[in-house]
């Protein structure tokens, strides 16, 4: 609860709730920052290793001839694809169970680019063989320049923009048509279409061509190839850009950079949905694994998220059943700690409607009337007083307050309590604090009281004031019967009761330790308790001193 506090010094003072929050949340963020600072580098450390491994690759391709990768390995080839698509699917399924946060709109253009990179696949390069026919090499390379020339502009579309389009159903269902339609187109035109290798196949060139580049790639090849290359390091520099730092980091920026890698390696020996196994596979193969490691620790988070919102939850729900025991519990307090005075009043009511008291049993009849009628109005007030420092707008008013005041006055109220306790004061600072009187008042009558009826008859009660440096602290204290350790904190609690030395409740609400202490905190103070059982209890809070 965030309170006001204003006084004579125009001052706008927090109660300590407020002020844990505000102190509270410094440190927090400051660990999210370096959390964020961490996430960055390791980014672009990841993308720096990846990005140094493909242009090493490509550069030893060119001067090495062992490395030079372009096989003829059927096998090999429609594993590694079978692979890649259902990891692409895969990853696609994951990015968009995503729940609604700041980045699902981004994972959700990422998760369609994937479903193109699945499809076209399937389409292009598995559902031919299955049906018995084949994609000439030149419709084949068109096929594979749509499906990632589509698949990375999705990419970018989500990456590069500081506020990516909004994604949804249509605008997943327009992207697959976009990708339907240019298929469809390609293949409708494919002999029309300029040609962009003049080998036959590349299996054969596999075998026979030991150099690369492939050797007849055309310059519609180059010309077009730029394309998804472009797109690709557009959607790198995007993850860089705005993700490094978050969750999705490390791992999009590295799937991005194989993915911006594979697409360089394929300019030179493209694969086209053959069987020819190349670096660009590999590489795309390494893509398809890095999303699936994705996928997998985004599953993790969500899956965390869920137990969590599901243990948050339940407490909650515990808590609600929790409010609703102790409000049956506050009611039936009520109840009885009215019904008694009630009764005794209706009891010397009925005596003095007979009219056979003596004018000195009349007396007696009225002054218990006023008793219970007392205890009543004080019921009535400690009630209202909880739903007052409850509310939004409570306030207190601190002004310049002597403390020989503050103790005067509660040394008289002390002295009409039951149980005939000795009060004794010791002033070790004098002057001025900051209180609202009739709040810190309210405070020292609770403490008084509880003190009282927490300790034998006769037992002294001491009132003290300290010095602490700029402030100065109060203190009740009492030789009563302590209060259990498990008790310490329970005790400030709403509707809380203690028990007496005989082990039974005390009566009253169980509301006046609780309501001092939202008192002194809103004088940015708290209610502190150190006690020992059968020794007594000392209560003490603080106040700025006047200087």
Known sequence: MRVGLTGSRGQVWQTSEAAASTGGGAPAQAGGAAGERVGTWAAWITFALLALLVLGWAALVFVVEPVRFAVLAPSAQAGVEAASVLARLFGALVLFLVPDDRYRVRLGWVGAGLVVLGLGRFVYGLLPPLAGGSLDLNASMYASLVTWSVAGGLFAVGLVPVTPPRFNRSAFAISLGLFVVLGGLTLAAE???????????????????????????????????????????????????????????????????????????????????????????????????????????????????????????????????????????????????????????????????????????????????????????SLVAEVQAAASVERADFVVHPQPVPVDALLAEAVAFARTLPGDHPVKTVVEARGQVWADPERIGQVLRNLLNNAATYSPPETPIELRALADGRRIRIEVADQGYGIPPEELERIFEKYHRGRHGRGRRAGGLGLGLYLSRRIVQAHGSDLTVRSQVGAGSVFSFELEAVE
Not at 209 to 217: C, D
Not at 346 to 373: K, N, S
């Open 191 to 377: 002999h029309d279409l300029p040609r962009l290798v003049e080998v036959e196949n590349l299996e054969t060139a596999a075998v026979t061509q030991g150099q690369t580049p492939l050797h007849g790639l055309t310059g519609w090849h180059w010309f077009l190839s730029v394309v998804p290359l472009g797109l690709a390091l557009a959607a790198l520099g995007g993850a860089l850009r705005h993700l490094a730092g978050s969750r999705l980091g490390i791992w999009l920026v590295a799937a991005m950079t194989l993915l911006a890698g594979s697409q360089l390696h394929n300019l030179f020996w493209p694969s086209a949905y053959s069987p020819v196994l190349t670096t660009a596979n590999l590489l795309r193969l390494g893509f398809a694994a890095v999303v699936v490691v994705g996928g997998v620790f985004e599953l993790r988070r969500i899956a965390a998220e869920r137990a969590a919102l599901l243990a948050a939850e339940r407490e909650y729900s515990a808590r609600l059943e929790e409010l609703a025991a102790l409000r049956a519990d506050f009611t039936a307090m009520v109840a009885h700690e009215l019904g008694s005075p009630l009764a005794a009043i209706r009891g010397f009511a009925d005596m003095l409607a007979t009219g056979a008291l003596d004018p000195e049993e009349q007396r007696q009849a009225l002054a218990a009337i006023r008793t219970e009628v007392d205890l009543l109005n």
